[in-house]
């Protein structure tokens, strides 16, 4: 039994009706997700996140794939601190003007190799900002990107297919 | 047409000043928004107060020619409208005179060029070079004092935002924020659209108060075209309304035990919230309940509430291990403490200000829907991190007695108003949101379109409060301090 399962358990046997997600479906992809890091991460696939204008809530889900129902973190997924221990960056918002030279920036400061990964609908092409005057729209304009992670917000469990996707091919 | 909650006053440019002061004292109000619009050949000025006593909104209006926009500041009288007036100036180029600061907000120096004003009817985006000018932030000098720099891409995954904190040893002497990192240009996207189709856009203002913007916009619009929003749809948005609340808060409980290392009840707090979460999944096909509202009403009607038992009693776990931990309540007070007095002269409002004890909240006596149930404000006076923290879990347990209490009520019948139109006129639209009131003024013109739409979100004026709150603490204990405030980058830069 692992730990999120005792935990959730021990939760079950407080009362707890609301079981969050499809348990199952979380450890399966995760399972998969650890193979694929151990692979060709040698068990660590560093992330940095940076927001470039968006309203939050693309945040707010990646924090909760880090809560203990997803933990993507057990599966070899950390998001760091400094772009100098990344393997990736992660993007977020319609990239603000005011944001563009700490996104570059960030990106330069990380050492290669190095993907660019974009999250949620603001950052593919502005979405839903795309045509205001202080937008660049999209982060592909301005960074080589790999892959997108399409929603408003995506779910934790659609992050972290997306990643499986991505680290399986 | 006039609404019975909205008074507006006209002055003049001699007695402008006196009028805000005269509404200031007598209403006991912080400036709650001030804000420009553009007629054709004057500008307009507004400046809004609110009358808890009377439950009406006070606005003081002053004409202005085009050809000489300039208006006597009221910020030296009244503090708070000095956020208000640097942001008139940056969007309209109308300049209050005897306001020193000329630094912008959002259009930052580096990236947008001299004499730009978005908000102008006649503007087009610039060809021009930036400014160039570098930001010049308040210096702290003396013997063995740092500056400390942080943002905006911070070692978290939370918005971008720049704090320059000014250090002796290791106390904060001082901290200036430069914001606007997430500006997107929202209220000038907002223009010349069909009210029904900018909902969606109100919704991405402030993604974790999606609820509460949206609800703010539709008010306003449907105040205008005397929109009858049927009981059971108004109901609908007040649960919501509160499970917003109730996610947001249970979140910032648990960012506050991280943030002093405190990971258990954190680990707790996240499956709480993540519950509430997949409530609201459930419910409304959304994890944040967005698209939910329109005008008129809400788009779907909503199931039962099943799981709000389990989640009530397991934040009585929570609340527990977080208030008998002894050595938790060692670092959240009295850390961070916001004075009333200071907070009032901000115009902090909401959480934060009820924390430092201002009993300001818009579900007592403004928003009809819940003016039959009978709400226990909770304030603290202490104003420092627990009492925030306390405020956050009184109203957690306060939004699940609301929840049920609403359930009650929740007659059968319509979910959307069948009169929808859109007609001229202007109004204001407020909600009560889990950080304070969100206040959307609207002007539609004779199509039906927004001319105007300006956005207040709390955060806008709050993000001043972090800055007085963290004075004396040490750095290490700013991270516990900005999630007790936990402002929105994206609400405050629009």
Redo the contacts between chains.
Sequence with gaps: MSTLDK?LLC?LR?????V??EIQKVEQMGAELKKAINARFRRSFNIR????????????????AN???YDVARFGVN?V???RHADALLVT??V???????LQK?YDAMPEPKLVITLGDCALDGG??K?????EGGVSKILPVTLHIPG??P?PLEIIEALLGLLKQ | MTHKDEVYIEAAADNFGALCLSLHKEHCSPVMGMFARELKDDYRIYCAFISVKLKKWFFATLDIPKDNPQFPSIAKEIYSANLFEREIREMFGINPIGNPDNRRL???E???PKGSF?LRKD?V?PKEKPEGREYPFAKVEGEGVFEVPVG??H??????GHFRFSVAGEPIVNLELRL???????E??LENKIPSAAV??TE?????S?VAHSWAFCHAVEKIGGIKVPERAAIIRAILLELERMYNHV?DIGGMAIDVGFSHPA?LA??I???I???NQRLTGS??L?GINVIGGVARDIGNL??L???M??FK?LKGILLSSVSFLDRVEPTGILRRETAENLGVTGLAGRASGIAIDLRQGFMETYNKLDYKLSTYSSGDCLARLKIRIDEFEGSAKLIRRLLENLPQGEILASDINFKEGYSLGYVEGWRGPVLYWVNLDGEGKIDRCKIIDPSFRSWQGLSYAVLGEIIPDFPLCNKSFDL???GG?L
């Design positions: 935990l939760r407080k009362g707890i009706v609301t969050p997600v996140e940076v927001d470039t204008g968006s309203c939050g809530i693309c945040e707010a889900e990646i924090i909760a809560n203990p129902v998001f601190a400094s772009p918002g319609p603000g003007k005011n944001m563009l030279l700490a960030t839903i900002f045509e205001s005057y202080y937008v408003c917000p779910t | 959002r259009l930052h580096e990236v947008w978005p503007f985006p905006p891409v070692a978290g995954i939370i918005g971008p606007g990192f997430s500006h997107r240009g929202v000038k996207l969606r856009l991405c203002v402030a993604g974790d999606a979140a680990a996240s499956i919230k993540e519950s979460h997949s409530l994890r944040f967005k099943d799981g038992d389990s989640i009693a397991d776990d929105s980058y994206p830069d």
